[in-house]
């Protein structure tokens, strides 16, 4: 007789809170980086950087860069009468989560590690489209606004292990892995602002051109879905 096969193992890591918040502050230093080289325009220009551009429509540009089995897709557009003010309200991970798939199950804030530094788990349903179906995400997400006044949103999965220390993870739900993506929004002229959102997949293998296709529009629509939340927005200052 075999012996009996071994049951999953699955690991989780408990740490304190002074720890995640160091690695959080640690790992999301990196992604505003890749934010900010993302959103520089000097460097957008320059045709060596990897991005091709898939769409360039109503003053809205769609671009892509392939890394390995790593796909980022960057959209950027001018915000016109839209100050960063305004636009960095509905620049976080729950707006955006309910942009991208309105079978948004839950969304809520589980650790408030500092005032700028969060932690998210955002949780799809079954009636989601085949990148969130069943899905639940355990993100960080850093609010930064740097000495030029450029407001920077990072937002990226914890490992599996310490999210799993954070937030066991429900039964019939498939932890999902959000990696560094999050918004750059940058002050202009007139109360206006440049806006660019970076989002990165990794499908562990090739993406289909349809797919593609559809990521494009829906990237088009959630900008526009969110320049009208942030246009509703109050101006910090109006009674």
Known sequence: MGSPAPAPCSRSWSISEDSLRRYVHFASESC???LLSASDSNRAANDNDGWKVLTL???VEISKRRSGSLHTFRSRW??????PQQFITVANAIDAAKQWDPDLVEAKYIKDLEDNLSIIRLRFGDSSKPLFRNREF??????ETMEDGTLVVAVASLPKEIAAGLHPKQNNAIRGLLLQSGWVVEKLED?????TYVVQLDPAGWLPKCFVNRLNTKLVMIIENLRKLAQ????EGDT
């Open 232 to 235: 509703a927005c109050p101006i």
């Open 191 to 195: 109360d206006s602002c440049l806006v």
């Open 138 to 143: 355990i993100v960080y997400e850093r609010r």
């Open 78 to 83: 001018l915000l016109r009468s839209v100050s």
């Open 57 to 59: 429509e109503n003053g």
């Open 32 to 34: 505003i980086q890749e």
